[in-house]
Structure formats: structure tokens, C-alpha cells
């Protein structure tokens, strides 16, 4: 199939060659399920400049920018909107050059690379991945909820109801990236936000680590601090169940404000997650002292959720046993807080700081990208389902 090209009035001041146009048109993989892109269109006349239009089809010129999310040395996360149509999405554009510089390059493929495959109701999906000569764009579902860190602060804890089902859900999304063998590894509540009803959805998945061939052969040290398991801390390699532990240590901090082994001093904060004795307030009910003392055990094989059953063993807790989990997972439990959202582009549960911020795609200076070679190939995606988590879900 040949790829769909776009005309480009003279912007670019200069022709593409023909080697780096046939770079960045990577060839469209034997049995890939990705949906074909639009049909072929003709040559364009000479002498007008030809560039490819990305393999998704899509490019930044198909969306409209609304307001900033989130920025960062990297890049940023923006609101926007699909031209001509009510979808909104969130969109996160890497600087190539910073990537690089800063020795992401791997950590960002690791990213897109789960992302193209996930498709679950509570974890982030991508509808749309595409680049230009300096950046990088990934479209994501957008969560207009923000992020479950900003409503613990302003709320100080939740209660034992409403982390059940957070519990639930978190938990099956975990459940989910380890049966495709894969290690979240950085489970904290920033990386959760809320949906517009109020359900929680995993993001960031830069950290994520596809296991290797053993379920120990993940040494590299990388994680929050607070959540952390012991045996990341100890080098001694890890698996899926360093999931769990960092699970435990959320349900501690939404049901009391703080995480269980925290200090102001880091160094201090390690000694306590390797030994200090974990202490539960006693307004916490039996069965979710429990499950926290279970997910909570610093061996990590006898630790909750470690065996082949994985989130089965979660499942089974009697803190769940009001819980139907293909319920969960179908979205009928409807969550106690509802983001509260004006219309829907209100960005009143995103930092200020950000969202007062112009909207743009900044320019990339064209010394940063003269002569690089292309890290990112294979980088475009368009999702083959729709972008709604409607079509995630089993049918009713
Ligand atoms: N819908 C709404 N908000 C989402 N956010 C998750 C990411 C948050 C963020 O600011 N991330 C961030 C990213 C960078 C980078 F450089 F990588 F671009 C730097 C600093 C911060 C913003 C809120 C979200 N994610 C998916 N759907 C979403």
C-alpha cells in the first residue's frame, strides 16, 4: 500500500531527500492489525514539495489545541480536540532532542510500545501516534477527573467504600499489563487519574518494564521513593508482585493521608521500608488492615498476588467479597465521587499553573535536529478501535 502524502506549500524552504522520505515511511509489517490508512491519492505534480503525511494518517494539523495539562524538561500534555468533531484527547508531545539528551530514548519506546497494545478500561489507551522531524505525539484518552494525587490532597483521605473500588480497579489494571507480562513499576497517585464519572485510569507507562525471560531478570532501579518494594531497594532483582507491594502502600495512603514508611529524610524512608514495623491506625476495619498487612510483606514471594494467580489472590480477599469483578470491569459499580466538571472543557482539576498557559506546539529549533538520525522509527500508530472506553468494555 502506498503511503497517502500531504503537500507541503514551500514551508520548508527545502526538498526532503529521497533516503530520509523513505525513512520515515517505515514499511507496513506482514499480519500488523493495524487499520489500513486512507486510500492512495496520486503523485502530487512537481514542482511542489512533497512530504509524507504520517503512517496513522494523522498529524497535528488534525487537531485543535486547548489548554495545557501538564509540562515538563521533555515536553507537555495538552487538551485538544479532533477538528470538526466532539472528541476530546489528551495529547503528549516529546521534544526528540530532549529524549535523546536525556537517555529516554529507550523508556519512551517501552511507552508506546505498551500503549499500542493495551486495551482495558482502566488503563490509558492511545488512539493516535504520530511525529514530525522533532517531536513526538502521542493522542491519549483524555481523564477529565485529573489526577487522584490532587483529590487526596484537597480531601485528605477517602473513604473505606471509595478505595474499595479504586482498590478494584487499580488492581485489575495491574492484573492486566502482568498478563501480557508486563511490570507497571511505578504505581503512585499521581500516575491515577479520573475519568469524567469517576473512575480511575493507569497512565504513564515510561517505567513499565516488559519482563524477560525470567519473572527476576528486572534489576534497574527506578520508581517513586514512598512506593518502592524492598526487593527493588535491595537489588536483588523483581517481578510482578512489586505491583502489589507499591498497591499496598496506596490503599495505606488513601485511607490515611500518608503512605505507610515515609520521611522527609530519603535515606531514612528506605531503612523504614526494609524494616520498619508497619503500624495501621486503629480506625482501620479487620479485613483491610488484612489485605494491607498482605500486600505489605516484604518477602516477595510470599507477598499477596505473588503466585500464578496473580489478581485472583486479591480477588478472592474479604475485602472485595461485596465485589462482583466482572462488574468492575464492566464500569456497573458507579464510583461515590463524581469529578465535578462544567462543561467539557474545564480544566478546573488540573494545576493552574499549567492550564493558565497558552496552548501551542512550540517550534523546534532546526540546529536540534540537523543531522539526526531517526530514533523513533515505527513510532505512528492509529488505534483499530474506536478511542471511546465504550468499545473496551464486554458488550451488555
Ligand atoms: N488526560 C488528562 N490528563 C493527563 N495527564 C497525565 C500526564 C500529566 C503530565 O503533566 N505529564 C507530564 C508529561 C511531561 C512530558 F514531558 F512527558 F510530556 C512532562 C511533565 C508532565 C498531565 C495530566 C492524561 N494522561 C493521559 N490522559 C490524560
Redesign the pocket.
Known sequence: MLPPFRRLATALGRALPSKALSRALPSKKAGSSETPTVAVTPPLPEPEVEIPRDIAGVSLDDFDLLKV?????????M?VRKKNTSDF??M???KKEAVIRRNQVAHTKTETHILKQIRHPFL?HMAYAFQSEGKLYMV?????G??LFYQLKREGRFSIERVRLYTAEIGMGLGHLHSLDMIYRDLKPENI?LDEVGHV?L??F?LSKEMISTPNAAHTFCGTPEYIAPEILQGVGHGKAVDWWSLGTLVFEMLTGLPPFYSRNINQMYEMILRAELRCPTYLPPDIKDLIEKLLVRDPLRRLGSGQGDLAELERHPFFQLLDFSKVFNREYTPIYKPSLGCVTDVAN?DPT?TREHAVDSLVEPSHQAGQPNHFEGFSYRASYGASVRDLLEPS
Open positions: 495539562l501538564g509540562k515538563g524538561g521533555f515536553g507537555k500534555v487538551l484527547y489528551a503528549k508531545v516529546l490509558t491519549l484518552n483524555y481523564l477529565p485529573g489526577e487519574l485510569c497512565t504513564d515510561g488540573f499549567f
